[in-house]
């Protein structure tokens, strides 16, 4: 994969070998964005687990205490009075049958779905083209619900969803470089404190094997994992 010349430059500019504190971390990555645009942050965890077992899987939901500065396109699947709700809440789209049909076919237009249990027979019908993109609505996220008014509400104000990879890697989103040090840090903080609280405990050896943090379009720089916290 070719570079450009700015890339290459911040690349060259900082110690790539270097395991920082966290508020370090995220002050040489400020120093590294170089886009015309706020740039996203996000925190790579590659963990000790062996994603294969089901009882090794990492997922859940957590509220960023600053937001993730990131809008998201809500779809409601719903019916009723919960659509009134859904509407009134905030939600960017919602349907029932009429957007699962929509989704058959391609449609895909939106960040995060979610659905009132009575409409999950019919939402497993597009089970596989969702969850091949980690939208598919589940109780354990709080996307199958029946207070949709709550759930639009936190995921809009910067409720985001964690999960594993097939490689046993999570990738949550901070913010944006335009985020001060602090509002990073503090979002930083919560996320790891889950991630290491939620350890799977048939997971063997080390489980925090790296952290790191990159923006959009910068380098990696790496923070120490058992460091995390500091004062």
Known sequence: MSRGKKYIEKNESYDKQAIMNPVKAFEVL?????????????VHFNLGIDPRHADQ?????VVLPNGSGKKIRILAITKGDKAKEAEDAGADLVGSEDMIEKI???????DLVLATPDMMVKVGKIGR??????????P????VTQDLKTAIQEFKSGKIEYRNDKTG??????GKVSFSTEKLTENFQVIYDIIVKVKPSKAKG???????LCSTMSPAV???PMKAKWS
């Open 104 to 110: 058959e076919k391609g449609w895909l237009d939106f």
């Open 129 to 138: 083209i969702l969850g091949s993109k980690g939208l598919m609505p589940t």
């Open 140 to 143: 354990k996220n709080g996307t």
């Open 30 to 42: 400020k120093n590294l964005t170089f886009s015309k645009f706020d740039e996203t942050v996000e």
């Open 222 to 224: 790496k923070v120490e």
């Open 57 to 61: 899987q990492i997922r859940g939901t």
């Open 169 to 174: 890697n999570v990738h949550v989103i901070l």
């Open 206 to 212: 080390v489980y925090l094997k790296s952290v790191s």
